[in-house]
Every structure is written in structure tokens, then in C-alpha cells.
């Protein structure tokens, strides 16, 4: 952690419970939850594209854009901790060959050296988004 105060230990804590439960998804899981997005899209799509709607149709329309957005919900929150997750395994793998590199291991220093430009690039693309 970069800084060591209570507000960021408890982002912390929940990150870690977040990713925890994110990689806790069976497979099974992850089945069931693509096949019902998949389900709500098709019918969403379906019913979108028709140019008269019956009133059946148009309370199921609304149904399901009702349902939609919490799903897209969860599932843009958990991309977004398996992004961090990957970022941070990222930053420590990085960070980990500098030292070696800095300690005269020449294998480290290559390594290093390819990394560089990309890790220098996606520092910049972060700090232009904030």
C-alpha cells in the first residue's frame, strides 16, 4: 500500500474481499451468468427491432431494461477488479526486475530494458486520465 491510513486500509480490505470473491466464481457460475446476459440481450434485441410493439412485448421491454443494468453492474465492478488486480501484479512484476536490474543481474536488465518503454507508456496513459 502507498500510503498507510485507515481510509486506505479499508479500500484495501475491500478490494481484496472484491478480488476474492470474483476469483471465487466456478465456472459453472460464470456459464450461468454469461448465458443470462446473453438471454437479456437477445431479447432486448428482439424487441428493439421490431417497429410495432404489442403490449406483451412492451411490459417485457421494460423488464428488461429493468434487469439489465444491475447485471452490467456487477459485471463492469468485477472487470473492474480483475483490471486492478492485473495492473498491480503488473506494477509488482515490473518493479521486482528494476531491483534486480539496479543489483547488476544481467538477465533482469533485458528484461528491463523491453519493459521500460510499455511500463513508461501506460504511466502516461493513467496519470492523462486523471
Do not use: C, W
Not at 105 to 114: F, G, H, L, R, W
Amino acid at each position: 500500500m502507498l500510503y498507510n491510513d485507515d481510509e486506505i486500509r479499508e479500500d484495501e480490505k475491500r478490494f481484496q474481499e472484491n478480488l476474492k470473491a470474483v476469483r471465487s466464481l466456478t465456472e459453472k457460475e460464470k456459464q450461468i451468468l454469461t448465458e443470462q446476459m446473453d438471454k437479456l440481450l437477445d431479447g432486448l434485441q428482439l424487441l428493439t427491432s421490431k417497429p410495432n410493439l404489442t403490449e406483451a412485448e412492451m411490459a417485457m421491454l421494460e423488464k428488461l431494461k429493468e434487469k439489465i443494468p444491475p447485471i452490467a453492474e456487477k459485471i463492469n465492478a468485477m472487470k473492474a477488479t480483475l483490471d486492478e488486480s492485473v495492473i498491480r501484479q503488473s506494477n509488482a512484476y515490473y518493479q521486482h526486475i528494476k531491483k534486480l536490474a539496479e543489483e547488476g543481474n544481467e538477465d533482469a536488465k533485458k528484461i528491463y530494458e523491453d519493459l521500460k518503454p510499455a511500463y513508461q507508456a501506460m504511466l502516461k496513459e493513467q496519470l492523462g486520465e486523471n
